[in-house]
């Protein structure tokens, strides 16, 4: 292992426990814990880039082909969006997943459970939208909406998920956030 060595690295893997933090313990499959010897400072910073680039490129991906955008002209929209428009899409995507994990966590231990956990891993990692995504991030609003959230955080959730499923083909026209006029910088000149 190491440098010089027939492998470059070892791989140590251990079970993924997508609950820990909830203190449920069940066992939903293996992850990769550590690579051994440990990588060196420009070896990982070119891993964490290269992970970073695949998940900008699959964002880009997603709203081209759910907006009917080329991917350049995708791109440009996520720039010229800036903070505010990544902030709403990632709203959008959080709160699909948030409806995704409490329908696996009330399923039985099993495969239907580690489906859904598969669908909220591709929906976080490669933003694949499962079947009816939108009704289930609008389902778990309306139960959510008397209990935890006031009816102004719960709008505005549901124009990110709105957005994040298909994005409007006039976001400033539409009023989308970071394509409004307050969202926009301020020139020193003006």
Request: with cysteine.
């Amino acid at each position: 292992m190491g440098d010089g060595g027939a492998f470059a690295w070892a791989e140590s893997w251990g079970p993924r426990h997508p609950d820990g933090y909830l203190h449920e313990w069940t066992q939903e499959g293996r992850e990769l814990c550590g690579r051994f010897p440990d990588t060196k400072y420009a070896e990982r910073s070119a891993l964490i880039d290269a992970e970073q680039a695949a998940q900008e490129n699959a964002l880009v991906a997603a709203l081209a082909d759910r907006g009917g955008l080329t991917r350049e002209e995708a791109a440009v929209r996520l720039e010229q969006g800036g903070a505010e428009y990544r902030e709403l899409l990632g709203v959008g995507q959080a709160t699909i997943c948030r409806a995704l994990h409490s329908a696996r966590r009330a399923l039985p231990e099993g495969l239907e459970r580690t489906v859904v956990r598969h669908a909220i891993d591709d929906l976080m990692y490669r933003h694949l939208l499962p079947a009816d995504a939108e009704r289930i991030a609008g389902a778990q609003l309306d139960t959510e909406i008397e209990t935890t959230r006031s009816p102004d955080t719960t709008a505005w959730c549901r124009r990110a998920v709105a957005e994040y499923v298909a994005p409007v083909a006039d976001p400033v026209a539409a009023g989308v956030e970071g394509f409004r006029p307050q969202d926009q910088p301020q020139r020193a000149d003006a």
